[in-house]
């Protein structure tokens, strides 16, 4: 049976910017030999596969080579589809139950509110060759329950980073986080995010990276509430507020394809 798919630009106020998701609503499960499948068809950084259950839709995520445990532009853009789509009323809350527990959605005028789980980074040795992968000296290394924080100097050096992916893939994490105070334009801090172990060289803008960004950067500016801008070469803005232990993030999301899968 054909199965209808919706791609949409994430964390992006117009078409071609953010991070392109795949977006699958499905009337039946399917196996996930199939889901891998499409997903590695689709070649985005993240696919999206939502089905239906009493208290809201069961939700996973693929990338193009493994299923990833938390991911918030694809979330973003299964929350913007059902409601875009009259699956959801534009008052009612997106309820989403992952592998990282129950996420939730609210529209929050032209933006979408999203609950997520903080993911605190602690202190940690940086590991071999980091330096060289990255080509540039880190100020700081963490890891949080996924993935690698480093700091650099400067928000200049985060946007001249281009690393050397075969070394960068050594580096035991789900992904690799880089960041540093933004030099100003609205903006607290910058950052991007490498995960060649899981497929993404570079992905445009990821929302579960902005849960270890958000508490790191909350503690170290004084404040709970902040805007975060992925320098990717498509870019995106993230709005996060800590909240205890969870963390509120903040976007826009724009549909640029509808199609039908015929298999």
């Known amino acids: 049976m054909p199965q209808p798919i919706v791609q949409v630009d994430a964390f992006a106020d117009r078409p071609f910017t953010g991070n392109p998701a ?3 609503v499905l009337d039946q499960p399917r196996e996930e030999g199939w889901m891998r499948a499409v997903a590695m068809e689709m070649n985005l950084s993240e696919t999206a596969f939502l089905l239906r259950r009493d208290d809201g839709w069961d ?3 693929f990338t193009p080579a493994v299923e990833v445990a ?3 532009h694809a979330t973003l853009a299964s929350a913007h589809v059902l409601w875009q789509d009259g699956l959801l009323a534009d008052g009612d809350e997106a309820r989403f139950h992952t592998r990282s527990g129950l996420l939730t959605a609210r529209k929050d005028g032209g933006w979408i509110s999203m609950d997520f789980p903080g993911k605190p980074e602690h202190a ?3 590991p071999e060759h980091l330096a060289r992968a990255l080509g540039a000296e880190p100020v700081y290394v963490g890891r949080s329950q996924f993935d690698l924080l480093v700091e650099l100097e400067s ?3 985060v946007r001249a980073l281009d690393p050397d992916q075969s070394l960068l ?7 690799i986080i880089v960041t540093a105070r933004a030099d100003g334009g609205g903006y607290d801090f910058v950052s991007r995010f490498f995960g060649p172990r899981v497929g993404v060289a570079e992905d445009p803008v990821t929302g579960s990276a902005h849960c270890v960004l958000a508490p790191y950067w909350a503690r170290k500016l004084g404040r709970n509430e902040l805007v975060g801008y ?5 870019g995106g803005t993230v709005r996060v507020r800590v909240d205890g232990d969870r963390v509120m993030l903040g976007g826009r999301a724009v549909t640029t394809l509808r199609g039908t899968l015929e298999v």
């Open 124 to 126: 940690a040795d940086a």
């Open 230 to 234: 992925q320098a990717s070469p498509r």
């Open 59 to 61: 939700l996973r995520w």
């Open 22 to 24: 795949a977006v699958c």
């Open 169 to 175: 893939k050594q580096v035991e994490a789900r992904g």
């Open 155 to 157: 928000e200049a050096a």
């Open 70 to 72: 938390l991911c918030g």
